[in-house]
């Protein structure tokens, strides 16, 4: 008989993790795990097995083991060379069914396995299974079902799923972006109203402007179009914009929102880049007139103010490892042509020539303040004089100094990428900015902190990299903005660090 002292070695010596009881669809069965050596035996009765750990009920209660560490004898012992993986995803369910079949489709191709779409589970809206085609065994069932965010979350933490897919943010560990959108402004093919600013826009979500004359269209009521208030969409539309939309017409889904607008003369609305068809993208710029484009760059630097990432948060316990690779292929190049054969923005590293962007150079000398010198504004074109500007872009989360959940992969993404020498002869620059709030030393000096914070946040991540492969660090303040200052959303664009590449036409030593 193992005594507690004894059970207290074991799970020590096994590494042993208490868990709640998890639902599933395997029945309790006896088995017995022996540790390798022969001198521990532990009897129980199995809830589930993931491929690495076992969860046992035992006479001290549910444990999860390491596979590695034990023998396992019994009626109910798992397969171990094809463990079957139970993956259930709830979340958003336009970016879910447009997103998850492809990918999971093409993860099953790259593993050299099969797949096919079955029938969903009750209250499911999709479901499918990855399969050994030479003797169907199969090896993983795969559900979605669409849930409003708090339903899927609670899903989520109760053990109803293993993955969450959502639009808002989240610092919870292990969040993986997988794919970007943009929300843009929607309105009926032939509306003449010429561009629509920022500040306009939320007042007519808001409900504060009511007619199209306010936003400098005709003399015609605005018929605001929209989704639930508890959506993943509006959700994330209401905390960009600090209110709540005001709705006159609710829709089920973006698709159905699109088609009604494009119906609709002064029908006005907020939906997705990839969503919008058959309505027409309306002209969107900031409270300065200056353009805001959803062009793709732009959408992967999080400098269109209406970025919209869509992420999966995995539970939080041990997954199984199928969706924990499934988890790693969304990263992939593979994935990303998934992704934008889907109608969505991968997440790939794109460049643009500092030189080409020349409405951000109109926006640093229109925009720079009293205290951005001539001398300021000369460094910054030396800099930038040659360079060209990727799309990974780094900003934290409010208040901290903690990259938000996309900065951490976009670190990620660098770390690889320079491990692979994806960069030769050529040196990198983080480039901090800030907002022009307050003194223009002192924003100087912020902004070179916060590139010193990547560079040290990048340094940490990856101690394998030389000091030579850390990218240098300037802060330039509040010399090159992106949006006005007068709005939050204008102020947190220009709170950033950016990454620049310029040739390194250094000599190598004799």
Known sequence: MITRSGAAGFLAALLFTLLPILPGPAKAQDITLISREGSIVLPGTLQGYDGEFYRIETAWGLLTVDGQGVICEGPACPDLTTPR???????????GERLLPPLFRSFAAVRGMAFREVTPPEGAVWAAQIFKEQDDTVLADIAFTPMLPDQARTALESGGAELQLSAIPSRTTGARPIALDALVPVMAPGNPTPQISTVNLARALSGQAKNWRDMGGPDMPIVLHGLASDTDMSRALSERLGAEIKADVLHPDMASLAEAVAKDPWALAITGRAEMAPASAAPLVDSCGFPLLPLPIAVKAEDYPLALPQFLLPAPRRIPVFAREFLEFTATPRAGHVVA???????????????????RLINAILGAGDDVTLTDLKRLAEVM?????????????????VLDASSQENLAQLARMIASESFPAKTLILAGFSDGKGEASANKALSAERAGRVAQDLADLAPDLRADQIPITEGFGEALPMACDETVIGRRLNRRVELWIVPNFTPEPL
Do not use: K, Y
């Open 341 to 359: 054969a889907a109608g969505f923005i991968d997440r790939s590293v794109e460049s643009a020539p500092m030189t080409q962007d020349g409405l």
């Open 385 to 401: 004089n040659g360079a060209d500007r990727l799309s990974l872009t780094f900003r934290f989360e409010e208040n901290t100094s």
């Open 85 to 95: 993986a139970t993956i259930r995803v709830v979340g958003a369910p336009d970016a």
